[in-house]
Structure formats: structure tokens, C-alpha cells
């Protein structure tokens, strides 16, 4: 019996020191964020180019839940969950609740884009932009090492209280503002109302 | 320091699994599958114990016998649910947007599930111990609002949109009581993570002691946020039909139905961390004592679904916003000046 | 490891695998910019408010993917990378908030919402 066990110890204790001499698991994350990545990247284009609104606010979630994926990935999982709450849980709901309020007869063609050449035009420009951010990342020097900070939320919260607190209490009031004017806007004022 | 009864048994598996392969990767991947397992298992006897419970807990509020042909004590009633919701036909109705109609039962179903990799069944004994468990968990959890936008607008149907408008402005103005009250937790605590927040009621009183009214705050969003009476205009039968499910059948809403239970199992297991110390007890083991306290606030979830009458939804919505979240933000200015003064007296 | 860019055939197949295995701060970088990328021609061709909207909130995810980023992988001592990014999302949402607000309003007061009827301040 216990040479069976060894030998199978031998086998899969072989197997994994082959994994870890290729360098798996640099592979295993890197496939992670190509997956992630993926997953962002195609939900974004289907935003651009699915013909349905309802879809397009859809694909738009999952993307904002694939960067929520990746801030997770890159250990700011505080930021992470921000996301996720804000943009998946709120900002999400907002566009399909816009949806639904100026609703189309015709759903399924709700999302026109504009003519071939505009959007060869649109395409030029996003490509040219896409290109000189490869030149510019690829010829500064690489970075993979990360930096080791201590812990996140600590380290927010200590920032955000002490050297960044008017920041903090002017976004407050900016979003005080941003609530009252989306309700008068949304309300509208009459003048028995003044 | 002696280790939970969970603990114990998963190091009793992973040294067999050394044992028998002998390296520790794999035997930890594997450890982790487990885990997963547990949980959807814990998730589906859930499930299949609540329908039971909840009809038989309903008629003895009723002063009726509930379900009692089926097997002894109408024990077997599960069984024949789930058989009957297998065997329905799909009928998929005229005009749905097929395939965010089809995906919404399965896309609710996975912010539920995922939530039970944060719960502390034991000490030590948490799937994911993250820096920031209850934050994201409440962030996992808002993840929910949208498929019931999803289902009741694919499904082509009025009483889908009512519903679904209901569930998107019930979850959302509950959502920041429910976050402003556990705030107040977190502030005693000093911590977002899921074991600290056990081990500070462990030695000291339970929270439900030091935050009486943000218990209170918790226990009706959590109503709100499942969907619960008094709180479940959203899926009632006298009203809108079953609001955002009505265009389902069979199996799709077995999905939506499993999915309610694990909410609310979800919430009896997050009240009693919170709120009534999770698993830390005297004499009994913690296993013990989690599954006791989390029983007892099942029972109490369900025994305020039954005797209690709905609400309208403008009663509703002025009620979370006018009362609830500015007591939530009373209980945090509260918090803050007890911690103040708890610290520099 | 710098990129020579006058000389491209000094890069060999080892340095492109190496390149692509370790994740680093160029690949994030990169995402970001193929997200703001796909932003920007959406905000270019769309013609409803909502896509537009929806494609203004692309450009904002990318710009907060590059903030955490360079907090994660480049030598500095804070986080206040992650909190330009926490800032940049109330922001976001605020905007969010009154863009949808005002397309609603618009499509109340003048029954269209594409972007191109909406060229005259009057009325």
C-alpha cells in the first residue's frame, strides 16, 4: 500500500515541480487577466456596436463588472467593491431606468450609429489613439513588480480624513447638488411651486 | 487554540488528501472545490428545506395543518414540488427578448450564491477572509437589482415592468438604510472583515446589545431587500400577478424561487453575525451555536412574513427614505460620539 | 527592459512571450487604452443620448483602470492613486445622474432622443 502512495506522491509531486519550472503560475495569473480583460474589451465593443439599447446597457454592466474584476486582480479590492456598487449597483440601473422612460416603439433597432463614413472617421481616430498609447507603454521602461502599500482600506481612509478631506467633504456636497438638481430637473418647477 | 468543529473535519480531509497525493497545491485546489461544494449544497438543502418549513411555519399561523399527505408529516411535500416543477412545460411567450429573458433566472441566481463564500460558519472557517468581506459583500449583493430589471422588461409583458420597477425602487432606497446601519457595526469593530467582526462580539456583549436600533434599521431592509412581506408588492399574487416572473414557467422559476431561498437564508446567517455574535456560544461548539441562532432568526423572518399585512409602495418609499435611513445616520453620529467617548474616558 | 523602438528586429519571440506572460503596468495601460478607445468611437457615432452617455462612462472606467493602475505598480508610498479613482467614480455618478435626468426631461419636452435634433437652445 504505502509504495503505491509513494509512487503516486512521486508522479503528481513531479507533475507540479514540471508546472512551476515552465512558469505556471505567472501563466495561471496572466491567463486570468487576459480573461478578464476579455471579457471587458468585448462587452465594451458590444456597447458600441449591438443594435438593441436594452442590450448595449447590458453589455455595459458586464464590462463594469469585468473592471471591477480587475481592480480585484490587482489587489485594490476595496476599489473593486466601490465599483461594482456604484457603477453595477446604481449607475447601471440609471441607464436601463433611462431606457425604459423614453422607450422607442421599435426596441430592437434602438441604437442607430451614424453613416459607413463617420464611423470609418470615429474608427481612424481610436486606432490612431490606440497606437500611440502601444508606442508610449511599450517604450517606457516595464513595470511588474507590485508595490507593496500595507493595507488598503487603512491607507484610504487615512489619506481621504487627513490630506485629502476637502475633497472629500466638496464631493459630498457635489453629490447633495447633483441629487437635487436630477430631482428638479426630472420634477420640473412650476410656478405654484416657487 | 482549540479549532471549531468545521475546521477540525476539513484538516481531518486535507491530510487524508496529503496522504494520498502529497503535494500541498493540489491538495489545497482541491480543499477549495470542497468548499465550493458545501456551499451549494448547504444552498440546495436550503432551499429544499425552506419550501417546507415556510408552508408548514405559514399554516400553524393560520391554524391549519399545511401540507401533511406527502410522506409522514407531509415531510416527502419538497420532493413532490420539485418533481412537479421539473416535469412543467417551458412555454416561452410571444415576443420576449429570448436571451436576456432565458439569461435573468440564472444571472440572479449567481450574486445569492456568491454571497455565501463571505459567511463565517465556524472560526476560521470562511471561504474567501478578505480585507473588505462585509463591503463586498453588500457590493455582490447590489448586484441583484438589475436581473429583476432584466427579467420584467424581456418579458414583454405589463405586469413584468410594473413589478420590476417596484423591485428596482424598493432595492434601492433600501439599500442605503441597510449600509448606513451596518456602518455602525463596522465603527465598533474598527474592521470590514467578516471574522473580525465575529472575534469583537466574542469576548464582549453581542452587538444587538450595543446597536439595538440598527438591528432593528437591518431587520426591515433585510425584508425589503428579499422581497419579503410586508415588503413584497413586488411579486404579489393579489396585485401584479408575480410581477417580474410571470412569463415564467417550470424550471426558469424554480430558479427564481431557489435563488429567494438562499436570500433567505443569506440574510438569517448575515443577522446573526452581525448582530447576534455568529458563531461563539459558552458550552455548545460553534457549528452548533451558528445553525441555532440562524434557525432562530429564520424563524423570526418567517413568522413576520405571516403576520404581517403589506404596504403600499408609497408608504413604502417614504418610509425608507424619511425614517429609516435618517435614524440609520442618528445611529452612526451616536455610534461615533459612544466610540469618542469610550476611547479617551 | 526598455522597447528600442528605432530598431524593431532586435525584439526576439523570447522577449515577446516574456512580454506577454508578466502582467505588468503596460498591460493595464494598454486595456485602457483600447477601452477609452472603444468610448470614444461609440461618443463619436452614437446617435441616441443614452448610448452616448453609456460611452462617456467606458472613457471614465478606462481612466480609473490607468489611476489604480499606476498606484499598483509603480514605487509610490500612498494610495492616493486609488483615491483620485474613488473620487473620479462619485464624479462619475453625479454626472450620470443629471445626464439621465435631462434625457428624460428632453424626451418629455421634445419626443426625440437623437442627439442631432437637439441643435437650437430655444424652446
Redesign the interface.
Known amino acids: 500500500m504505502t509504495d503505491v502512495l509513494s509512487f503516486i506522491h512521486f508522479i503528481v509531486n513531479g507533475v507540479m515541480d514540471f508546472l512551476v519550472s515552465i512558469g505556471a503560475p505567472d501563466l495561471i495569473m496572466a491567463g486570468i487577466f487576459y480573461l478578464m480583460a476579455a471579457v471587458t474589451v468585448l462587452s465594451a465593443l458590444g456597447v458600441v456596436l449591438m443594435r438593441n439599447v436594452v442590450h448595449s446597457a447590458l453589455m455595459l454592466t458586464a464590462s463594469f463588472i469585468g473592471v471591477g474584476c480587475l481592480y480585484i486582480y490587482m489587489n485594490a479590492s476595496f476599489m473593486g467593491a466601490v465599483q461594482f456598487l456604484v457603477y453595477g449597483g446604481a449607475v447601471a440601473v440609471l441607464i436601463v431606468m433611462a431606457i425604459m422612460l423614453t422607450r422607442r416603439p421599435d426596441m430592437a433597432h434602438s441604437n442607430p450609429s451614424r453613416g459607413a463614413l463617420h464611423q470609418l472617421g470615429a474608427a481612424i481616430v481610436a486606432a490612431v489613439f490606440c497606437l500611440v498609447m502601444l508606442i508610449v507603454s511599450m517604450a517606457s521602461p516595464f513595470r511588474t513588480e507590485a508595490s507593496h502599500l500595507g493595507d488598503e482600506v487603512k491607507g484610504i481612509a487615512d489619506l481621504m480624513l487627513t490630506e485629502y478631506v476637502l475633497p472629500f467633504e466638496v464631493a459630498a456636497v457635489l453629490l447633495l447638488i447633483a441629487m437635487i438638481g436630477a430631482i428638479i430637473l426630472a420634477k420640473g418647477v412650476s410656478e405654484n411651486d416657487a | 487554540m482549540e479549532t471549531g468543529i468545521v475546521m477540525t473535519v476539513a484538516n481531518l480531509i486535507r491530510g487524508i488528501l496529503m496522504l494520498i497525493l502529497g503535494n500541498e497545491f493540489i491538495v489545497s485546489v482541491i480543499m477549495k472545490l470542497i468548499g465550493i461544494g458545501a456551499m451549494i449544497g448547504v444552498i440546495s438543502f436550503a432551499a429544499i428545506l425552506f419550501t417546507y418549513t415556510e408552508r408548514k411555519v405559514c399554516a400553524f399561523i393560520q391554524v391549519r395543518l399545511g401540507p401533511n399527505r406527502v410522506g409522514p408529516r407531509g415531510l416527502l411535500q419538497p420532493i413532490a414540488d420539485m418533481l412537479k416543477l421539473m416535469s412543467k412545460e417551458d412555454i416561452i411567450p410571444y415576443g420576449v427578448d429570448r436571451v436576456v429573458w432565458a439569461l435573468a433566472p440564472m444571472v440572479l441566481f449567481v450574486p445569492s450564491a456568491l454571497a455565501y463564500a463571505f459567511f463565517p460558519f465556524d472560526d476560521g472557517a470562511i471561504f474567501a477572509d478578505v480585507n473588505v468581506g462585509i463591503f463586498l459583500l453588500i457590493a455582490i449583493s447590489s448586484q441583484s437589482v438589475l436581473t429583476f430589471l432584466m427579467a420584467g422588461v424581456a418579458s414583454n409583458s405589463k405586469y413584468g415592468m410594473i413589478g420590476a420597477m417596484r423591485a428596482v425602487a424598493t432595492s434601492l432606497s433600501y439599500e442605503a438604510p441597510m449600509v448606513f446601519s451596518l456602518l455602525g457595526i463596522v465603527m465598533i469593530t474598527g474592521s470590514l472583515r467578516m471574522s473580525d467582526i465575529v472575534a469583537a462580539q466574542q469576548n464582549t456583549v453581542w452587538f444587538i446589545v450595543l446597536q439595538p436600533i440598527a438591528f432593528l434599521i437591518y431587520l426591515t431592509t433585510c425584508f425589503a431587500e428579499t422581497n419579503r412581506t410586508p415588503f413584497d408588492f413586488v411579486e404579489c399574487e393579489s396585485e401584479i400577478v408575480a410581477g417580474a416572473f410571470t412569463e415564467y414557467s417550470g424550471m426558469r422559476w424554480a430558479l427564481f424561487f431557489l435563488a429567494e431561498y438562499a436570500n433567505l437564508l443569506s440574510i438569517s446567517v448575515l443577522t446573526t453575525t452581525f448582530f447576534l455574535g455568529g458563531w461563539s456560544g459558552p458550552i455548545l461548539p460553534g457549528f452548533v451555536w451558528f445553525w441555532l441562532k440562524t434557525i432562530f432568526m429564520l424563524m423570526i423572518f418567517l413568522w413576520i412574513r405571516w403576520t404581517f399585512p403589506r404596504v403600499r409602495i408609497d408608504q413604502m418609499m417614504s418610509f425608507g427614505w424619511k425614517v429609516l435611513l435618517p435614524l440609520a445616520l442618528v445611529n452612526v453620529l451616536f455610534t461615533g460620539v459612544g466610540i469618542y467617548i469610550n476611547r479617551f474616558m | 527592459?526598455?522597447?528600442d523602438?528605432l530598431h524593431p528586429f532586435s525584439i526576439t519571440f523570447m522577449d515577446m512571450m516574456n512580454?506577454?506572460?508578466?502582467?505588468?503596468?503596460?498591460?493595464?495601460?494598454?486595456?485602457s487604452?483600447?477601452?477609452?478607445?472603444?468610448?470614444?468611437?461609440?461618443l463619436?457615432?452614437?446617435?441616441?443620448?443614452?448610448?452616448v452617455?453609456?460611452?462617456i462612462?467606458?472613457m471614465l472606467?478606462a481612466v480609473?483602470?490607468n489611476l489604480?493602475?499606476f498606484?499598483?505598480?509603480?514605487?509610490?508610498?500612498?494610495?492616493?492613486g486609488?483615491?483620485m479613482?474613488?473620487?473620479a467614480?462619485?464624479?462619475?455618478?453625479?454626472?450620470?445622474?443629471?445626464g439621465?435626468?435631462?434625457?428624460?426631461?428632453i424626451?418629455r419636452d421634445r419626443g426625440t432622443?437623437n442627439v442631432d435634433d437637439l441643435n437650437s437652445l430655444k424652446g
Open positions: 527592459m526598455t522597447l523602438i512580454f506577454a506572460t508578466h502582467i505588468g503596468l503596460a498591460h493595464f495601460l494598454l486595456l487604452a483600447v477601452l477609452f478607445a472603444i468610448g470614444l468611437f461609440g463619436l457615432t452614437k446617435r441616441g443620448i443614452i448610448p452617455l453609456m460611452c462612462e467606458l472606467n480609473n483602470i489604480v493602475a498606484n499598483h505598480y509603480m514605487p509610490v508610498d500612498d494610495y492616493s486609488e483615491l479613482a474613488i473620487f467614480v462619485a464624479v462619475a455618478a453625479c454626472e450620470v445622474a443629471i439621465v435626468a435631462l434625457a428624460f426631461r424626451y432622443v
